[in-house]
């Protein structure tokens, strides 16, 4: 019967082809306890405890030549207003506003808001943990010439509204950046290779706005067999930001083995480069991961490089993971011991050590259902001297950080249609 169908639509001239529509949400409140989360605690100070929440509503559509994706999202804090309040503390935004336009089999376009995952999500990521997270005003041209090759460019322009001339750009963003990344796949092996060039709008010593560009070269690389899986990293930075020279640099390998059907062990390493603070030299040495998904690493009490630790003294991580996992059940501890990669000082002048301390990281987390997923952790820093000078506060303390989340992602309605066409529309 269907053969019969489309021999008649050809006869008649007509076309036909599936669209596919749909809606779903996410509500996820996740409750915290904080006393020394990313900064060291003083014990005269309570802890803090409160109750967020990410609120989305997600509606999505696709055709044979086109993708399109809204996400409409709230984010709040119980009780940031009160409850006869007329309007939100912060309102609803688009997380995401895109479209994709498929030129062909091999081309295409995407434009609008959007997230931007790449690889391991070190350089580029969309920040899930954090419940506004991350998404870009851009514009990626995609090329697939087959299924195991693929090169996207990027491009993003920032303003902060439209205008006759040109103005200052004054919020905390890129003013525009351009970058190339190409990802193959060979055999057990994926490799990627990154370059981005990324402009930062500074005031010079006449108070006046210039643009300085830094380039970020890398490549990232793959090994899954069988049981073990293994990747690695390298990262260059060079250029100027606020008209100061940049040379940094970044390493890091990890591996995981499955010991047996559900324990999987793993080690791995990172070096992050960082500047002396006794420095004679004005080049910065510190490595910025510009728009990764930073809490995924370093620990997750997040003390660096989550609107932290930039332009200091780097950071040399060792990490070691335990992971189990069963039917909807899991478990994962990953202690971490932290090193500056830099010479750290005191108010003296006196060298410290460059140990920073120890951190332990525990979660556990079970899929009730297919759209419902409960998640507890528990993490504690161990810290030194030497993270002291950097941080402040109190390394005796109790330095600890606990939190329990709920992840409800229902899918609301969804539909798929064939849509006929005779040729003479098209005409």
Not at 16 to 41: D, I, M, W
Not at 72 to 81: F, I, T
Not at 115 to 127: A, C, K, L, P
Request: aromatic content about 14%.
């Amino acid at each position: 019967m269907k053969k019969i169908l489309a021999i008649l639509c050809i006869g008649l001239g007509m076309a036909s082809y599936a669209q596919e529509f749909q809606v779903s949400a996410e509500l996820r409140p996740r409750f915290e306890y904080r006393h020394g989360y990313k900064t060291l605690a003083v014990d005269s100070i309570n802890a803090a405890t409160f109750v967020s929440q990410r609120t989305r509503l997600n509606f999505g559509y696709k055709s044979e030549k086109l993708k399109a994706y809204i996400s409409v999202q709230n984010v709040r804090v119980w009780g940031d207003v009160s409850t006869l309040a007329t309007s939100d503390k912060h309102g609803t935004t688009l997380h995401e506003a895109w479209a994709e336009v498929l030129l062909n089999n091999q081309f295409s376009l995407k434009f609008g808001r959007q997230e931007i995952i790449y690889d391991d999500q070190r350089m580029f990521g969309n920040v899930g943990w954090a419940q506004q997270a991350r998404s870009h005003d851009a514009l990626i041209v995609t090329y697939k010439p087959n299924d195991n090759n693929r090169i996207d460019l990027g491009l993003a322009l920032s303003a902060e509204d439209e205008t006759l001339f040109e103005v200052d750009y004054n919020v905390n963003n890129y003013k525009s950046f351009q970058y190339l990344w190409y990802h193959t796949n060979l055999k057990n092996v994926g490799l990627s290779f990154l370059i981005l060039n990324n402009g930062l709008a500074y005031n010079d010593e006449n108070d006046e706005q210039q643009v300085d560009y830094n380039q970020t070269f890398g490549t990232h690389a793959t090994l899954g067999k069988k049981k073990l899986k293994a990747d690695a990293s390298f990262y260059f930075q060079t250029g100027k930001i606020a008209d100061t020279d940049v040379s940094a640099y970044n390493f890091a390998l990890n591996a995981h083995y499955n010991i047996a059907k559900s324990f999987n062990v793993g080690l791995g390493g990172e070096y992050l480069s960082g500047t002396d603070m006794n420095a004679t030299s004005s080049k910065l040495k510190s490595f910025n991961p510009w728009y990764g998904t930073n809490h995924k690493f370093n620990g997750w009490m997040d003390y660096f490089y989550v609107g932290n630790h930039l332009a200091s003294v780097g950071l040399i991580d060792i990490n070691a993971t335990i992971a189990y996992h069963k039917n909807k059940f899991s478990a994962k501890i990953m202690p971490h011991i932290f090193s500056s990669a830099a010479t750290i000082v005191n108010n003296v002048g006196d060298d410290m050590s460059p140990g920073l301390g120890t951190e332990i990281d525990l979660v556990f987390g079970y899929n009730f259902s297919k759209d419902i997923n409960f998640q507890v952790g528990y993490s504690q820093m161990f810290a030194t001297e030497s993270m002291e000078i950097l941080k402040g506060g109190d390394k005796d303390a109790t330095n600890n950080w606990a939190w329990a989340m709920i992840t409800v992602k229902p899918s609301l309605f969804k539909t798929t249609f064939k849509k006929v066409e005779t040729i003479e529309q098209h005409k």
